[in-house]
């Protein structure tokens, strides 16, 4: 179910959450997401840094409503990783932004370990998912700790390669998340973000009902802008960017024609100069950490 888009004018401005701006607007307000309470949630944007994010101002139970969220999801004790070109894809990427055979590596928010499995056997890995679907990846052999990344202990300058795959736009401690991640990446090390970006021409076109206004379980709808902007304060700066559909041509009410817009977006769209252009919303970033 959509949740409930309410158009507000005149309201009172607040500060960019990431960027400290009193120059912002609001845009509309939602109810939680799924319909799962009668909260609304205010979503403003940022005009300095672009950034559009919730109104986080009101008590809220995470834990009980990703209980509530994914209360259907069974743990598979016979769970099979697929072989998956897109994660294949995504490991040749970090190899050539960092091109080097030593690589040890933490995905933040990997879920059963999906990428960490099907990545080169050379690497050494490890995995952060909060949910029970860290036990399938433990299962397989995949070192993957069920705790929050800011509460682990782990010693500076440890990893070669952080990834974070749709989590960004999640995180309430945004800020706690990426002091950790700036003392446990090494110099020159590599950071791979992957969110949606809310400039995108498909996120424009969907409006309010763009999939990814589902607050308050997305926090932030970044744009490529606030996302240099923000990870620049954590001395990043981007080496690489592209844009893919994510898989999901579902455009269209007929199945035929959305199958035909499929082929085309995965042959065409995807492997050419226009995946540097925001036509679909799944932006992939890489960053190189420039400390000392």
């Not at 672009?50 to 109104?55: A, D, P, T, V």
């Not at 998956?84 to 932004?97: P, Q």
Request: charged letters at 25%; hydrophobic letters at 40%; one cysteine or more.
């Amino acid at each position: 179910m959509k949740g409930i888009a309410i158009n507000i004018k005149n309201a009172e401005s607040m500060k960019c959450r990431l960027c400290g701006s009193k120059n912002t607007r609001l845009l509309f307000s939602k109810q939680t997401f799924l319909e799962y309470d009668n909260k609304v949630w205010d979503i403003y944007e940022c005009c300095d840094c672009s950034l559009k994010f919730i109104k986080n101002d009101q008590p809220f139970d995470y834990e009980k409503f990703y209980n509530f969220r994914y209360k259907d999801r069974v743990i598979d004790d016979n769970y099979i990783y697929q072989n998956s070109k897109y994660w294949k894809h995504e490991a040749k990427i970090l190899s050539r932004v960092l091109p080097q055979k030593s690589i040890r590596i933490m995905d933040i928010g990997c879920n059963a370990g999906n990428f960490l499995y099907q990545s080169p056997k050379t690497w050494i890995k490890f995995g952060v998912e909060l949910s029970d679907l860290a036990i399938i990846g433990r299962k397989h052999g995949l070192a993957i700790l069920q705790q929050n990344i800011e509460d682990i202990e782990i010693s500076n300058n440890f990893f070669d390669i952080i990834t974070m795959y749709a989590l960004i736009e999640h995180l309430v401690n945004i800020e706690k998340v990426f002091d950790k991640i700036h003392s446990i990446l090494k110099p020159n090390g590599v950071l791979a973000v992957m969110t949606a970006d809310s400039n995108s021409l498909k996120a424009k076109l969907k409006g309010q009902n763009w999939h990814m206004y589902s607050p308050p379980e997305h926090q932030f709808f970044f744009t490529a802008k606030s996302l240099d902007n923000f990870l620049a304060k954590y001395d990043f700066q981007l080496s690489y960017r592209y844009y893919n559909s994510g898989g999901m041509a579902d455009y269209f009410k007929n199945k035929w024609l959305t199958k035909i817009i499929g082929i085309i977006q995965s042959r065409v769209m995807d492997r050419s100069f226009i995946k540097k252009i925001p036509i679909f919303d799944h932006m992939y970033s890489y960053y190189k950490l420039l400390k000392e």
